[in-house]
Nanobody
C-alpha cells in the first residue's frame, strides 16, 4: 500500500492550488481517504475527507467552502482543490486512508491506518 502526495508549492493569498494523491495497493471504491495537514507547532488535523463507498465528504470548519476533495477512480488518485488560500493554510499536507472503514467523518477525526508522505503548501505574498 502506498500513497504518493504531490502538488504543493508557494502560492499568494487568495490563490488556488491542487494537490494529488496517487494510491497503489488498494482501489478507491470502499475506503475512506482524505487530507490532513500539520502547521509548525500545531497538531496534525484532518481537513478534507471522502468516503469512496458513498461519496460523503467531511470538511473541517477552517476549510469548508474553500477546499474540495474528489477522486478519479480510473487513475486511482484523490485530489484536494484549494481555493481562496490564506496564510494560515500554510502547512505540510498529507494524504491518508482508512482501509478498514468507509466513514469520511471518522477518518478526519480519528486519523488513517495508512499515511502518505507530505507535501508543503506555503501561502505567502
Amino acid at each position: 500500500v502506498q500513497l504518493q502526495a504531490s502538488g504543493g508549492g508557494l502560492v499568494q493569498p487568495g490563490g488556488s492550488l491542487r494537490l494529488s494523491c496517487a494510491v497503489t495497493g488498494f482501489t478507491l471504491n470502499r475506503p475512506a481517504i482524505g487530507w490532513f495537514r500539520q502547521a509548525p507547532g500545531k497538531k496534525r488535523e484532518g481537513v478534507s475527507c471522502l468516503s469512496t463507498l458513498n461519496d460523503i465528504t467531511h470538511y473541517s470548519d477552517s476549510v469548508k467552502g474553500r477546499f474540495t476533495v474528489s477522486r478519479d477512480t480510473a487513475k486511482n488518485t484523490v485530489y484536494l482543490s484549494m481555493d481562496n488560500l490564506r496564510p494560515e493554510d500554510t502547512a505540510v499536507y498529507y494524504c491518508g486512508a482508512d482501509l478498514g472503514h468507509s466513514s469520511s467523518y471518522a477518518l478526519c477525526n480519528n486519523g488513517p491506518s495508512e499515511w502518505g508522505q507530505g507535501t508543503l503548501v506555503t501561502v505567502s505574498s
